[in-house]
């Protein structure tokens, strides 16, 4: 039976204008299938987080199409995007873009609250702060939490919806050795237990290895793409 496919581009182009005209995306056709876990890595300025955020919805494209479980980005209004993100769709950055004045508990809470969500809403914060290993971290502030265990709040704040996908850029960027492997250990468990697809923009070798599927961009396109097969 053939996989189910969640995340299709093609033909993707993105120019940014300026001074210069930066053609950031050269033509890229991508499937990802339901349940895979890709990392996206190549230079800096090749076009792997510009690609994320295009084909999340969170940047426009020039041309080409984008669909997300069959629905076409391009026909969809700004309201109709930020919808299908809140309701279908989690993201872990490298810098948290946690909220400094609300807790652990208050930020993973938040996704629920403005997606109306509010049966329920703090129970299941905590349920996924649990789920990361932070239930002794529930009342305390960004501030009073280690890298680690901000990288762990925006996990899970990127969770708690049950999104289909979730997209990470550079989810270990700002982390040691041992904060970085804890934090793919995490990522890993949900993808196998609960199916999500993940999408990681990575610079690094050890993070891109746990995927089962690495691509490789350049200059704005794909230059290879193999499935590990794990």
Aim: glycine share 8%; proline share 3%.
């Amino acid at each position: 039976m053939a996989s189910e496919i969640t995340i299709r581009a093609e033909r993707l182009h993105k120019y940014y204008e300026g001074e210069v005209r930066v053609h950031a995306l050269r033509g890229v056709d991508i499937s990802i299938s339901k349940g895979e876990m890709v990392a996206i890595m190549g230079p800096s300025g090749c076009g792997k987080t510009t690609l994320l955020n295009c084909l999340s919805g969170l940047d426009d494209i020039s041309s080409g199409k984008v669909w997300i479980g069959g629905r076409d980005l391009n026909s969809m209004s700004d309201n109709k995007k930020t919808e299908l993100r809140a309701l279908n769709m989690g993201f872990v950055f490298q810098f948290y873009n946690l909220l400094p004045v609300l807790t652990a508990l208050e930020n993973v809470e938040m996704p629920l609250l403005l997606a109306g969500k509010t049966k329920n809403a703090k129970e299941r914060a905590r349920k996924a702060l649990d789920m990361v290993g932070l239930s002794h971290r529930y009342d305390h502030r960004p501030s009073a939490l280690s890298g680690g265990e901000r990288q762990r709040v925006t996990i899970a704040r990127a969770i708690v919806n049950e999104p289909d996908i979730i997209w990470a850029d550079e989810p270990t960027g700002d982390l040691d050795t041992e904060t970085s492997d804890m934090v793919m250990n995490i990522l890993c468990k949900l993808n196998r237990k609960n199916g999500h697809t993940m999408v990681l923009v990575t610079h690094e070798d050890r993070v891109a290895e746990r995927a089962e599927r690495i691509i490789h961009m350049e200059s704005g396109i794909i230059k290879s793409d193999s499935n590990k097969g794990v």
